[in-house]
């Protein structure tokens, strides 16, 4: 079966995830075959390209596969991180991207979505950003896409509890653009981009490139570069972290010492 399904229909392209079994984990093969279908549609010059799960889904995608992360000793985030490929394809597509949430959104799909130029979801969707739950240190382009999202104070309380967030609450904070009733979920988003697709494909690529480049322009000087790494490995090396993972993959809560 594969793990994700593509179609084509007038200018736009549709990406759906398609591995229930593992509630749409972003494991490497998985993120590949987005990054793959993405560079096809550029090639076929869609004007828009709808990224969602299949209908009914309970899951969005419960995020980064865990399963994937080195034990210790390792930045397990890096920038040559398949993730870290999958949200600068989406940010530098010559298109928009729309998110079309159904389920829950955990982890680095929550940053997959929020990298996405507009997000449509249902009342029953959650965003949940969740490291702190299994002492993994988010990387620090990640940290960016979800200040360009949501407010600093939101990213924090995300970040700190690892509690989801409400699709309600989510619109209200502007980190959505549309909360629609899950049977209206695919006619609206459809009608959304048949509108973006029928205006000028060239100034609508300009114009996302120009916000693209002005979202990141973040002044940092290299010590504070530095600083910002040199706290990651705090983490990575801790056993905190080798505790995290263990817990995940033994599926029962882990115990944090904080060292």
């Known amino acids: 079966m594969p793990l994700i399904l593509t179609s084509v229909e007038e200018n736009i392209g549709f990406i759906t995830l398609n591995h229930d079994e593992k509630r749409n984990a972003l494991s490497e093969p998985l993120v590949r075959d987005i990054i793959g279908a993405l560079a096809d549609f550029r090639r076929q010059q869609l004007r828009v390209v709808v990224l969602r799960a299949r209908p009914g889904a309970k899951v969005w995608s419960a995020g980064h596969d865990v399963s994937e992360l080195p034990e210790s000793r390792r930045d397990p985030l ?58 993994v240190p988010y990387n620090v382009s990640g940290m960016v896409t979800f200040m360009n999202a949501a407010v600093l104070r939101i990213v ?62 973040r002044p940092m000087s290299p010590q504070g570069f530095e600083r910002v790494q040199g706290l990651r490995r705090i983490v990575y090396d801790s056993q905190d972290y080798r505790e995290g993972i263990q817990a995940f993959k033994e599926k029962r809560k882990p115990v944090f010492k904080g060292s």
């Not at 929550?110 to 959650?126: G, H, N, Q, R």
């Not at 629609?180 to 509108?195: D, H, K, N, W």
Request: charged share 20%; hydrophobic share 50%.
């Open 156 to 217: 924090k309380e995300m970040a700190f509890t690892a509690q989801p967030i409400a699709a309600e609450r989510a619109e209200r904070l502007g980190v959505i653009n549309y909360l629609v009733p899950v049977a209206e979920l695919e006619p609206f988003t459809l009608t959304l981009a048949r509108q973006i697709a029928a205006n000028s494909p060239l100034s609508i690529s300009v114009m996302k490139e120009q916000l693209r480049i002005l979202a990141g322009a």
């Open 78 to 135: 890096g920038w040559d991180d398949p993730l870290r490929h999958l949200i600068r394809e989406i940010e530098t597509f010559p298109a928009p991207v729309i998110a079309m949430i159904e389920g829950t959104v955990w982890g680095g799909a929550c940053e997959t979505a929020f990298a996405c130029d507009l997000i449509v979801a249902t009342p029953k969707s959650t965003f949940a950003v969740t490291p702190a739950k299994i002492g």
